[in-house]
């Protein structure tokens, strides 16, 4: 579980190919596309995040990128690609729909300007006139009614493809407290069938053919219609901290604490420094510029620059992660800056996890609903670990009589039922520790065995070389299905490359999914295959990762057990581990052998 879950939209990061883009008016538009058009500069840490490992990738410039990119660097958490169920492609829509909220009727939108009714409240409200009142760029129309603003002192309505009335004015004309309070009575009126998406205040200064919009805007959204995590997370004690325009966007509902930022650059800072403090709960960060900046005013060169400066500060990001923290990776909807458009574009977005439960590569391919993103939230913070009810046996082995040192085992490809029901039946009268069987006969091993005995079985087995994802799974499932002990093979390239580390930390991660259940790990490192240093270095990382059994062999190997490997295996575990022989031992007089040099538990097909 999850002490705190970094969740970090990259506004308009879209990555295309959204099923119903047509439908929108945005066929072909991929904003990742776009992006790695400008030039083949690597993105190391979204690279390590997955990015270019999703479903998807069709587009001929991303496929160009990649084919001119030398090396990528592994992935190490989850990714895949969402799609947007709800009806809209824009900020507000896709926020509420990443916090669980779905949007099945579009906000209004305005392609001919607001009627008359909306232009006299404003000016009702405000006590200036209007011009404008069309769809345009944010760029465009301060550089096309700027002047006369300045002259007249009145307020530049306008709106875009997407569900916004936007109110723009230079700061020395309109101040900004009374136009930010223009816009919230503004917000207040437009409600019922003119319940647009976000009023927005679109402050700027400058002076003719030189206006610049600062980064003082302030949105005015729309009441979420329903509750969203946050206040979910906020109601069972959770702080719920906003970063960005995300207070904004949920009017305020659910969010314990609110941080402002002027920009992308100011938005990675603040994350960095929540980082650095402690709190249990969600924080929820938007990284405005790349659509304010770069989507909207289709810079590409400004869009790629901007996520290699998020891909730097991811580098700093995941260096200083803790133990129990989980950072998601996302967007809100597309803004692709290659096409003729400047508006929004409907895509599919990037879903980039890595963290506390997601620390093994894996492709979850493509989700429908942003709102799966909401429920790995709320899975990360507050689920519990459900432990089976596994059969409460004392298996301590008693030195009088061998038989309760021994894991009981059948592996063999071509075991029956019969085979099976026989050996249980076997292990039960002699008295044995377990039983040992292959994990498609684990649900019918523990029925017939009825509690009367533990079962163990293996994962990535005989071999090892399983990815670590497969490996978790098979555990999981097999301790589903009633197994009380699992045997693992390690990944034995792992340790002919020498990386122990990343040894250690498949056994721990196999470790923490089997304990999490209630059940222990035993780990196979196959020592027919290892030099001694190798089997020394085994038994530190073993100890290291909180697993309970070291194991000597798989019985597959071009060797068993020996007394010698025991004795050194025995003499360098640390902690509570224990070493289980197995390999070759089919008779008693073995079977002490490899007790008495060390063993606390013996793998036999023999009952000895």
């Not at 970090?8 to 058009?37: C, H, K």
């Not at 008359?116 to 009614?145: A, F, H, M, Q």
């Not at 122990?500 to 991660?509: N, P, V």
């Not at 073993?542 to 019985?555: C, E, N, P, R």
């Amino acid at each position: 579980m999850a002490k705190r879950v970094f969740l970090v939209v990259l506004d308009s990061f879209g990555t295309g190919i959204a099923p119903d883009a047509a439908s929108f008016g945005d066929r072909g538009s991929n904003t990742l596309a776009a992006v790695l058009s400008d030039s083949y500069k690597p993105f190391p840490n979204m690279s390590r995040m997955g990015l270019f490992d999703i479903d998807g990738l069709y587009d001929a410039r991303i496929r160009d990128y990649l084919a001119n990119v030398e090396e990528m660097p592994p992935v190490m958490g989850s990714y895949g690609i969402v799609r947007e169920v709800s009806s809209g492609k824009d900020s507000t829509i896709g926020h509420w729909e990443i916090s669980g909220i779905m949007s099945a009727v579009p906000q209004p939108t305005y392609p001919d300007g607001f009627p008359d009714y909306v232009l006299d409240e404003i000016r009702k409200i405000s006590g200036r006139d209007i011009l404008c009142n069309k769809p345009y760029s944010g760029t465009e129309v301060i550089k096309d009614y700027g002047k006369e603003h300045m002259e007249t002192g009145a307020l530049i309505v306008y709106t875009s493809a997407d569900s916004v009335l936007q109110i723009a004015a230079h700061e020395d004309i309109v101040p900004l407290e009374e136009l930010y309070d223009i816009c919230a009575k503004t917000r207040a009126f437009m409600t019922g069938a003119d319940n647009v998406g976000r009023v927005i205040a679109r402050p700027f200064t400058g002076e003719e053919g030189n206006f610049t919009r600062t980064a003082r805007r302030h949105d005015f959204s729309a009441e979420p219609p329903s509750s969203s995590m946050m206040e979910i997370l906020k109601g069972y004690g959770f702080e719920t901290i906003s970063v960005g325009k995300i207070n904004d966007l949920f009017a305020g509902r659910g969010i314990t604490e609110s941080n402002p930022t002027s920009g992308n650059t100011d938005g990675i800072n603040k994350l960095l420094e929540m980082q650095g403090r402690d709190f249990t709960g969600l924080c929820f960060v938007n990284l405005v510029d790349f659509d304010m900046k770069y989507g909207h005013r289709n810079d590409i060169a400004g869009y790629a620059n901007a996520m290699h400066e998020w891909d730097d500060a991811l580098g700093i990001f995941l260096g200083k992660m803790q133990e129990d923290d989980l950072l998601i990776i996302t967007a809100d909807h597309g803004c692709d800056p290659s096409t003729p458009s400047t508006d929004h574009s409907r895509e599919t977005i990037p879903l980039l996890i890595y963290g506390e439960g997601y620390k093994v590569p894996h492709n979850m391919g493509e989700l429908i609903g942003f709102g799966n993103i909401a429920n790995i939230v709320l899975k990360a913070l507050m689920q519990r670990d459900l432990v089976r009810p596994l059969p409460d046996i004392d298996n301590t082995p008693d030195k009088r009589n061998i038989a309760s040192f021994v894991d009981l085992t059948n592996l063999k490809q071509f075991a029956t039922e019969e085979d099976i029901r026989s050996l249980i039946d076997k292990a039960i009268e002699s008295g044995c520790a377990s039983v040992c069987i292959p994990p498609s006969y684990v649900k019918f091993g523990s029925r017939y065995a009825r509690g009367r005995l533990k079962i163990c079985t293996v994962i990535g087995f005989p071999n090892g070389y399983s990815t670590t994802a497969v490996k978790i799974f098979e555990a999981c499932d097999a301790v589903d299905n009633g197994a009380s002990e699992i045997d693992m093979v390690i990944n034995l390239g792992f340790v002919k490359n020498l990386r122990f580390d990343l040894a250690q930390e498949e056994i721990k991660l196999i470790a923490e999914a089997v304990h999490a259940k209630g059940a222990i790990l035993k780990v196979i490192i196959e020592t027919c295959y290892l030099t001694e240093e190798e089997k020394i270095r085994m038994c530190e990382a073993v100890s290291l990762a909180g697993a309970d059994f070291i194991k000597t062999s798989t019985g597959f190997g071009t060797a068993g057990a020996t007394a010698q490997d025991v004795a050194l295996m025995a003499s360098h575990v640390t902690g509570d581990v224990k070493v289980k022989a197995a390999g070759g031992i089919r008779s008693a007089e073995a079977a002490k052998a490899m007790i008495d040099a060390g063993a606390s538990r013996i793998g036999s097909s023999s009952a000895l």
